[in-house]
């Protein structure tokens, strides 16, 4: 692949209705206090009832392609990340794609949970170097509000989520002085129930039925010690694997953009990793955790705030359930 991937455009799409800790409080047993002690997050997002995913992943679309200069007629394929589509089935990536005025191009969704992002970077460079694509849409979206779980079975993680969305138009360039110069990916399957939503799934008698709704089995299930235990270290390991691999220090890197788990994980990743706080894109702490978009959210926020000027090395890096974790070197 003698060519680079660029990020030719971003854009980004939040919900307007903004909720603070203390309505979250008003519908889960919990407390502003306890979620700014234990999470760092004061606000998030959520979709108004009359919304749905294609009204937050839409607009970050065309606002990408906006900033790349393109036309959705200029689109060869759309990769979509969501762990909460508009519909089980078919894909997220269909039911997008004529809202977006593409052609009839290759599309399809991916499931590489809150490290979509970057994974979806790393497909989509594979299909650039093949020279059949010149323009790749990636959106990352995600609608967590509609997966709130009120019990105190799921009040761990529910204070956390939220809505947005994030897209990417994705070209390759012959430019040596930008775009990504490596990414590497990792999963570890036996961390696969760190969290885990067992139904409506095909390992079970049927898909769904009234007994898993009543056990909360639709539900997000997290192990939150070991959760945070193995998110950071797998943070913390592919940055210092990937610098290691550049002969790079922390002192190299302009901004390290992260996945957005919660403040906690990042005040570690950023302890352990000795940088300096300013160095890191932090959005969690107003935004929530959007899943798969919380990353490419805080990464068209980095572009927009001036953070990512034009030369500068960026260290790039998720994590998510399964366990799945990436890290790329982005040259902006």
């Known amino acids: ?198 139904a409506p799934g095909a390992r079970r008698p049927r898909f769904i039925d009234g007994d898993d709704i009543a056990a909360g089995r639709h539900h997000f299930r997290m192990k939150g010690g070991p959760m945070f235990e193995d998110a950071t270290r797998r943070i913390v390991d592919a940055c210092r694997q990937m610098l290691d691999k550049h002969r790079l220090t922390t002192g190299d890197i302009g901004l390290v953009v992260p996945h957005q788990p919660n403040l906690r994980i990042l005040d570690a990743v950023i302890g352990q990793l000795g940088l300096p706080r300013e160095r890191c894109m932090i959005s969690v702490d107003q935004l929530g955790n959007m899943a798969s978009a919380a990353f490419p959210v805080a990464l068209a926020l980095a572009r927009e705030q001036g953070r990512m000027p034009a030369g500068q090395l960026n260290l790039l890096v998720t994590y998510g359930a399964g366990a799945t974790w990436a890290c790329a070197l982005y040259r902006s």
């Open 1 to 198: 692949m003698s060519a680079r991937l660029v990020i030719a455009g971003m854009g980004h799409a939040l919900p307007e209705r903004i909720v603070s800790n203390d309505e979250v409080a008003g519908m889960i047993d919990t407390s502003d206090a306890f979620i700014r002690e234990r999470t760092g997050v004061v606000a998030r997002r959520y979709l108004a009832p009359d919304q749905h995913l294609a009204d937050l992943a839409c607009p970050a679309a065309e606002r990408a392609m906006a900033d790349a200069g393109v036309t959705p007629h200029d689109v060869d394929l759309l990769i979509v990340n969501t762990l909460s589509p508009d519909h089980h089935d078919p894909s997220q990536a269909c039911y997008i794609q004529p809202r977006l005025g593409l052609r009839e191009v290759p599309c399809f969704d991916i499931r590489a949970q809150c490290s979509g992002g970057l994974y979806g970077i790393e497909i989509a460079r594979h299909f650039l170097a093949s020279g059949l694509y010149r323009n790749v849409l990636l959106i990352c979206a995600e609608a967590l509000s509609r997966r709130i779980d009120t019990s105190n079975a799921g009040r761990n993680l529910s204070i956390l989520l939220s809505d947005g969305a994030a897209a990417l138009l994705l070209q390759a360039t012959d430019d040596p002085a930008r775009g990504l110069i490596d990414l590497s990916l990792g999963a570890d399957g036996t961390q696969f129930d760190l969290l885990i939503t067992e």
